[in-house]
């Protein structure tokens, strides 16, 4: 019992010193020599308005007015400014030789980052020796501090590259973060954040983000990702990159460890809403880089369930799973997220070229492997029409996409394809089956009603090219493209294409018996063009069969120049004017593809004027007796069958 009081009367001592000697030190004298240390460490001028201490159990030294010089070349003379700056240390603990600060509080904290023109940074200091070693501790022990916690307020902290013409800004107004054990072990308890906005331009790209809260609970080292649960509430960004602009909003973030997620986001707005599981951030120690992801998706849209693992450890990153889509809307990613023609892309393009001279993504083929099947049971395309049941397999691997079997229901009938690119060479080539649709379901779909009956429909294209951008790729196209059109009933202003209504206007004005019906019935349509080379040809591969005449059309059409030069001949095939069809033997169409001059064959033209002259001098009689015989030249053979079976000679 008497050695328990001797030691407690010697700790008495020994606190009671230690509290004098606090008491009357003096620290503010030392000022001068943290200057001028500091001063030899960087090689730059740091100045301290005062350094005063207060006597506590936690005594507490207080710094303000601190400043640290700028590089002589920086565009403002300090590099740091801080207003004030506290440390609370323990008392009792110093006694044992450790130090433990209860916390550390830095207010009006001014820090400016620059990068110069030849790319030297100002946090590079000269004073501070390249060869110079920190002083060893003999024992090999680490000395022990801690800091219970760090309290920041009111940061300004900004960073100017002139080199890379980046420039942003950070401004804090609060963040509290709390410590256990030693610094150096990382070991954040939980970080409190509130008002971060943040600024930042490079380029084409300046935008603006504001983060109102984020409160983080976390275990064991923060950088081994051993949070417990996060919560990020009112986060806004705006502003404008390369790609367009930029404004989104997250109103709510939570995560936990098991990888419980709920977010509520808003872009460009539309509403997002992602709630499910990804891998729990426990899961991402050591190393682990999988990283599974189970969500139910809604928004832009879009409405549907994700199941893909996501590997970030490889080069690129790789993911694999599937996703699953209700419904889908596409015309919310158009500007306005309506369904106008113009915000559907129908609009003419700004150039007046039918292929754009945008480089294409191919870059982005790179940055991602992928094996993905999506499923999407309804699709709506920004015109307003709905297709159904798309399943496409994605594989993308070292920067080939290669899409197989790739299908969609769409308006009564199917669409079947395989699509293969490839970023290393720019290569394109896809192969399109189209079958069970008609000219009718087609029509209605894009509101055309009352246009055309019937007309069952089969699309064939196998095409393939290289190129950077559309019109590129269009240049090299090289392959097949081939419709076909059954029976139908067509209102004959649907004839305004290739110079048909042309036709029609004119065998109707001088044929007083023909047939003035406003539809035509069509036997059969073939478009047939063989590609080469950018070049689209066809001989006799354009037909169209129908009780008024038929019309076969011959020509080309230059994808790379973008020009058309075809002959459209006309054959009548029913009524007084049976032989009218010489009357306008072809039709020449030549020049842009968006604008073709359309002309007439004037030496066939004029002799069929001559026949019109007979014709009125014999009561028509000759003219009947020559239609006859242009319905027996062309009674033998099937201009769409021709049409269908041409190929292009090798």
Not at 140 to 166: C, H, I, P, R
Not at 189 to 215: F, N, P, Q, R, Y
Not at 272 to 284: D, E, F, N, Q, V
Not at 619 to 636: I, V
């Amino acid at each position: 019992m008497k050695a328990l009081k001797i030691a407690a009367a010697v700790i008495a001592v020994l606190v009671i010193g230690l509290g004098i000697f606090l008491a009357t030190f003096d620290v503010g004298k030392y000022k001068g020599l943290i200057e001028e240390q500091a001063k030899a460490a960087t090689g730059r001028d740091v100045t301290i308005g005062t350094v005063r201490m207060a006597l506590s159990l936690t005594p507490t030294v207080l710094v303000e007015d601190v400043t640290l010089a700028n590089a002589p070349w920086g565009s403002r003379p300090q590099m740091v400014t801080v207003k004030k700056l506290e440390a609370r240390a323990a008392l009792l603990p110093l006694l044992s030789g450790h130090i433990d600060i209860g916390k550390i509080s830095v207010s009006d904290a001014d820090v400016l980052l620059e990068v110069n023109k030849q790319g030297v940074a100002n946090w590079e200091f000269a004073g501070a020796s390249k060869d110079a070693t920190a002083p060893q501790n003999p024992s090999g022990a680490q000395s022990a501090l801690s800091v219970g916690a760090v309290e920041v307020t009111n940061l300004k902290l900004g960073y100017k590259d002139e080199k890379g013409g980046a420039d942003s800004e950070i401004d804090l107004k609060s963040l509290v973060a709390h410590i256990s054990g030693p610094i150096q072990n990382l070991n954040i308890t939980h970080v409190d954040l509130a008002d971060l906005a943040v600024s930042h331009k490079d380029g084409a790209t300046a935008i603006d983000a504001s983060v109102g809260k984020v409160a983080l609970d976390s275990t064991g080292k923060i950088t081994d990702f051993g949070f417990k649960q996060l919560d990020v509430a009112d986060v806004k960004v705006t502003g404008k990159t390369a790609s367009g602009p930029i404004d989104a909003a997250v109103s709510k973030l939570s995560l936990d460890e098991k990888g419980a997620l709920d977010l509520a986001a808003t872009y460009n707005g539309q509403d997002l809403k992602a709630k499910g599981t990804i891998a729990a951030p426990a899961a991402l120690k050591g190393g682990i880089t999988a990283v599974p992801a189970k969500l139910a998706l809604e928004g832009f849209g879009l409405k549907g369930d994700v199941d893909l693992t996501v590997e970030a450890g490889k080069t690129p990153p790789a993911i694999k799973g599937s996703v699953t889509i209700p419904e889908l809307d596409l015309g919310k990613f158009t500007k306005g997220g309506g369904t106008d023609s113009k915000a559907a892309g129908h609009a003419a393009p700004a150039s007046g070229r039918v292929f754009s001279d945008e480089p294409l993504p191919w870059t982005v083929l790179n940055e991602v492997d992928a094996n993905v099947k999506v499923a999407i049971a309804s699709l709506k395309l920004p015109g307003g029409q709905t297709v159904e049941n798309v399943v496409l397999p994605i594989d993308l691997a070292h920067g080939r996409l290669t899409v197989k079997d790739a299908n969609v229901a769409m308006f009564g009938g199917t669409a079947d394809a395989d699509v293969t690119a490839n970023a290393a060479d720019k290569t394109f080539a896809t192969k399109l089956v189209v079958k069970g649709l008609t000219a009718e379901a087609l029509a209605k779909a894009f509101k055309v009603t009352d246009l055309v009956t019937n007309g069952p429909l089969d699309i064939n294209v196998d095409v393939h090219g290289a190129g950077a951008s559309p019109h590129a790729l269009a240049s090299t196209l090289s392959g097949s493209a081939i419709a076909g059109m059954g029976e139908s009933r067509i209102r004959n202003e649907a004839l305004n294409f290739i110079g048909a209504d042309m036709v029609m206007q004119v065998l109707n004005a001088v044929n007083p018996m023909g047939n003035r019906d406003p539809y035509t019935v069509s036997r059969c349509a073939v478009v047939n063009f063989q590609i080469a080379g950018g070049i689209a040809n066809t001989q006799n591969g354009i037909a169209l069969v129908t009780d008024k005449m038929n019309l076969v059309a011959s020509g080309k059409l230059d994808l790379g120049q973008e020009r058309i030069d075809m002959t459209v001949k006309p054959t009548a095939t029913s009524g007084l004017g049976l032989g009218l069809g010489k009357l306008v033997s072809a039709i020449r169409l030549n020049g842009p593809m968006t604008k073709p001059n359309v002309g007439l064959d004037s030496a066939g033209s004029a002799k069929a004027i001559g026949s019109i002259g007979l014709a009125f001098a014999t009561g028509g009689a000759s003219l009947l007796a020559q239609g006859m015989k242009d319905r027996a030249d062309t009674s033998t053979g099937d201009p769409c069958q021709t049409a269908r079976t041409w190929q292009l000679k090798k």
